[in-house]
């Protein structure tokens, strides 16, 4: 398959990378609806987010949780939310997306742009908060 999200996993171009294990790897989108929003991506190559085998669908929620944690830490918002849309990025991913209201996690929204510093400065924060 080959996507930009395996490119990421085998770091082959860089990202704002916030952990990872052997499974998954979570990282800042750069196209962010609101600040924080996070990609969680299988380090396998699977298409199709329910194609994956139900160790992984369990699992995957499990390692967004402590992300979820340290979001809630991290900047301003209610809640985090979940969303798994799939079209962007033929590669199965779950956004991690914190919110203040629903309407916050409309992917019609307009995107937030970002300085790498901001980027940098964000990642940061959100690393340190995970313990």
Do not use: W
């Not at 770091?11 to 790897?25: A, C, D, G």
């Not at 994956?52 to 669908?57: F, G, H, N, R, W």
């Not at 918002?77 to 997306?97: F, K, N, Y």
């Amino acid at each position: 398959m080959g996507t930009i999200f395996t490119k990421i996993i085998k770091k082959e171009i860089p990202s704002y990378t916030i952990t990872e294990n052997e499974k998954f790897i979570s990282f800042l989108d750069i196209n962010p609806l609101t600040i924080g929003h996070c990609l969680v991506v299988p380090k396998i190559e699977t298409d199709y987010f329910f194609d994956l085998d139900e160790s992984y669908l369990k699992d995957i929620l499990i390692f967004s949780r402590k992300i979820s944690s340290s979001l809630i830490k991290s900047v301003d918002c209610v809640r985090v939310g979940v969303s798994v849309v799939g079209l962007e990025v033929p590669h199965a991913h779950l956004h991690l997306i914190p919110f203040i209201n629903e309407k916050d996690m409309s992917f019609s929204n307009k995107r937030i742009k970002m300085t790498d510093e901001e980027f940098i400065k964000l990642q940061t924060k959100i690393i340190n908060n995970l313990n």
